[in-house]
Structure formats: structure tokens, C-alpha cells
């Protein structure tokens, strides 16, 4: 554990906002959605010699290019060029179909019957069809499988039997034609359709020696991948780069740049490489720095667009100092977000109010109480609720005094977060120690108990159920003591509910039932910020799908 230190007197100067001051402001702040570059013709040399080939940037692959089989999310991006999906996400989180052609639901939610698009196949010419995809749900289930698909969630009629070896084949999959592929569930989920129609393995490419349990000629193909996606893989030069040319035989028609390449960079060589023009697209840290850099270049067409994910003080459910909600709606109310949010991301964010972000079908910005900062009434609250100032300004309560451990790991937000909420909280009586760790000693510690509060991001978040499901009582903060009973009612609800308009006020009722008794603070989203140079057309990234979508779509302009 490192003890907290006091921030540089630079990052102090952001932070005057706790003391009375104004925090900085982004000057000029770029709206979301893409800024065209205001000089084209300064794109370099070096950019302008590729005339067939677009170069975007990774950080570390490894080479393990099959989309079930990686333990790296940089490996996942390059199989996202190779595969592709049967059913994938629009810039909003709806399902959209990609290579099956439709589906239709049962009116129990319980039978999804995916139809593939005709003429469907792999880039060697090979046809994807049905037995294709049931030999891919096959695979999800084996028992030895170590994968970050679950697919598990989507229930599917027999697929436990099969994995406990109680049968040799899932009940619930049906091939009915080769282009038709039936499958029955046992219980409805907002996320299966999700979960049935994702990267499609080629039965005749990874299928040989298969059988329930005996993987190893699956993984061996690893460097060796086949899918049906925009591009196919050329080759992998470990610490370089990743290969791939124009699959001719794209479902969509053969992309419009013959060569693509990911280019392995770092965090340090990045702004660097692009403004050489070594590379055509990168992904930044939203600031002002970097927009500001990215402008200066001239050439640079500049995307902002929202996260998905949104950032947290999660409360002990079982504390008793926060069993009161009260409490816990003073902490809300005593904490300034919006100095945080300034502080971090300079016009970049948004103060958080409920666990989905602002560019999901599901968020509703009236939904909730905003819990906007007003440390009068936080005050007033603790008050309430039987806490009084002591003699050196910390509230007690039957001779204990309100002092909270914060769990926190290093990080930019958290950066700013710890010395913000310590003057925030110390103003109405509330002393905040921080303790700062690495991330598996701050879940050792969560996990046994021993905190009062802990600040997490979450992860990127498709599907709304993906914000909720740990409130669950058999999910992450239900499993640490969290429960309610409306909660519980809702969050199943809208995970059994499939027509995203008929989920939305469900998901609305949720929000604010959250706020009346809440397991977290909700902190702060974030946007994303991109640069590409002024000769690629068609780079329109979104928190749901990356640069995938828009590669089959690119072109070379100048």
C-alpha cells in the first residue's frame, strides 16, 4: 500500500475550486462528432507515399488472433478485422445484423432463430453456414475453455448437460438449413442475442480433432486465423506491426483500401508517430494538451465521441457507518463532481448520475435527481441522522468518529479525486483516508471486507444490464451485502424484457429506485478522442465498436 501524497503545486492549481478558487477550463471545448482538419495539404510526406495501405496504431498484441482464445484485448482487436459478427452493435449499443441476415424471438424470448445472410463465407471461399455457428456455441461450452466470452448468460437448453459431460451434443442447437440455425433457451436475457451471434469459427478450419475437452488443435491455429471479416491476415511481426489486405470476399463488398496495418506503438511514441505520419489514426488521452496539439498539426481530422463506461465511489454494503442512507445522500450531495470532472477531463466529461452513459438508448437525462454539490444540505442530513461535529469538526456518532478508508488505485481521475473529496468531505464533518494500492490488493481487501468505500471504473458497458447486473444480489455488490428489493425486481425485468423501447422505462424506474438507496457515488463520463490524417475518408469511431466498423468503409482521398 503507498501512503497518499500531496499533489505538485501544478496539479494544486487545478484544484483551487476546493478551496474557493475556479478550476481551469478547456477554452473553446470541440464538439462531439468529427472536427474536419483545417490544413489538408500539411499531411507529411510519409503519410502521402501510402497510396493503397492505412496504418492505425495498437499498444501490445501477442499473437494469440482468435476471438475466444486471447487473454489480450489487443489481440481481440485484430481478430475483430478477421471475423467480424454475426449480429453486432450500432454507435447507440442496438443491435444491428452484420453477416447474419435476420432473426426472429419466440414470444417467450426463449427460441432465437438466426437466419445468415446468402452467399456468406470465409475469406478462403469456404461457406459459413449454421454448422459453423453451432460448432462455435459447441466450443463455447467445453469445460476446459478459459475464455472472456461467457456464454454461459445466454442459457442455452442443454449446454450444461453437455459441459458436465452428461451429453455429447447441446439440446438447444438446431441446425435447420445451411443457412438457418435455431436455439432454444431456458431462461430470456436482454444480452443473449448478443452473446449467440458473435465471431463465427469455421468448422472445417478448427474443427479437426475436436472433442469436448481435448482445444489444443484450436489453439494452435492461433497465428493462423480464418473469419469472414472486412480483412484477412497477412502477418504479425512481433513488436512492429499486423498485416492484413482487403477481403474480396466481404459480406459487404471488398473494402476500399487494399492494405491495412496496425501499427504497435506506446503511449510515449503515439502523438509523435502521427504527427510524422507514421501513422493515419490514433487514439489519445482526452485533454486540452492534446486537442490543442492535434489542431496545431493542420492536417488532422479530429473525432470526439462518449464512452460508455462511467467511474464510481462504491460503498461497503455492509458498513455500518453507511447503513443509513442518509449518510450515504450526504457523501453524494458533500462531494463537488463537477470540479472533478473539470479538473480531469478540461471540458472533456460529464458528471455522472446513473450507471449508464449519456450516449446509450437507455439513458434519460430527467431520470434521476442529480445530486448536484450542496454541502449545506449535506450537512443538514448528517445532522438528521444523529451525527455531530466533534471537537476538531469530525462528526461522532455514539463515541465513533465518521472517518472512511477509501480504496483507490493510481490513476488521473483518482489523482484528483482523493484530494477533492478530503477537502469536500472534511467541510462537512466527514475525515477521508485514502489508501492507494495495486488493483488486485485493492480487490483482496474488498473482497475480505476491510474498506468503507472504493472507486472503480467499470469496463466498457454494451448492453444497460451490463451497469446493473453487480447490484443483483448474486452479482459483485450484491455478493458484498448489497440488496433491494425494488432493484432486484427491476434489474431482472429489464434483463428479461428484448424490444429496447419497452426496456427504456424500466431501465428509468431503476435509475431512480438506485438513487433512492444507493450501493455508489456515481463520478464522472468520459469522451474518447481520435485523430486521423486528412487523406483517410470514413474513420467514424464509437465507444461500442472501435474503428471496426468504419474500416470496410475507408478511402484514400489524396
Known sequence: MRSYRTPSLAALALILAVAGGTPALAQDALPDGITPASDPSAIP????????????????????????????????????????????????????????ESWTVSPDNLVYTIKLRPGLTFSDGSALTAEDVAFT??????????????ITPAAI?????????????ISGLKVIDPQTIQITTTQAGAKTLALLGGPVLSKAHYGKGFARGQLDGIRALGGDPLGAGPYVFDKFIPGQEVRFHANPRYYAGKPGVEHFIYRITSDATKLQLFQTGETDYDGFTVSQDNVDALQSLGFAAINLYGSSDYSMIEFNPKDPLLQ?????????????????????????????????????WAYDAGAVEPFAYDPAKAAALLDEAGWKPGADGIRAKDGQR???????????????????????????????????????????????????????????????????????????????????DTVEKLILAGNATLDPEQRKPIYHQLYKALADNPPVIFLA????????????????????????????KLKIVQ
Open 137 to 150: 456455441l459447441t466450443v463455447l461450452h467445453d469445460p476446459t475453455l478459459e475464455s472472456e466470452t461467457d
Open 402 to 484: 465518521l472517518s472512511l478508508r477509501l480504496l483507490a488505485t493510481k490513476s488521473l481521475i483518482n489523482d484528483a479525486l482523493i484530494p477533492i473529496a478530503k477537502e469536500n468531505w472534511k467541510a462537512i464533518g466527514v475525515d477521508l483516508v485514502p489508501e492507494v494500492s495495486d488493483f488486485n490488493a485493492l480487490l483482496a481487501k474488498r473482497k475480505a471486507g476491510d474498506y468503507n468505500l472504493a472507486t472503480f471504473r467499470t469496463s466498457t458497458i454494451n448492453d444497460p444490464h451490463d451497469g446493473v447486473e453487480d447490484f443483483l444480489s448474486t452479482g459483485e455488490v450484491g455478493r458484498l451485502g448489497y440488496h433491494d
Open 157 to 169: 437448453a442443454g449446454g450444461a448437460e453437455y459441459k458436465a459431460g452428461k451429453a455429447d451434443s
Open 45 to 100: 510526406a510519409t503519410a502521402k507515399a501510402r497510396k493503397d495501405t492505412v496504418v492505425a496504431s495498437i499498444s501490445a498484441p501477442q499473437g494469440v488472433f482468435n476471438p475466444y482464445f486471447f487473454s489480450n484485448g489487443w489481440d481481440e482487436n485484430v481478430t475483430e478485422v478477421i471475423f467480424g459478427r454475426l449480429i453486432n452493435y450500432d454507435s447507440q449499443g442496438k443491435l444491428i445484423p452484420e453477416q447474419a
Open 525 to 552: 463520463y468520459r469522451k474518447i478522442l481520435s485523430g486521423t490524417d486528412a487523406r483517410v475518408e470514413g474513420f467514424k469511431p464509437d465507444i461500442y465498436n472501435g474503428i471496426i466498423a468504419s474500416l470496410p
Open 324 to 360: 443509513d442512507v442518509r449518510v450515504r445522500h450526504a457523501l453524494t450531495y458533500g462531494l463537488d463532481r463537477q470540479t472533478l470532472v473539470t479538473v480531469v477531463y478540461q471540458g472533456y466529461g460529464t458528471v455522472a448520475t446513473q450507471p449508464v452513459a449519456p450516449i446509450s
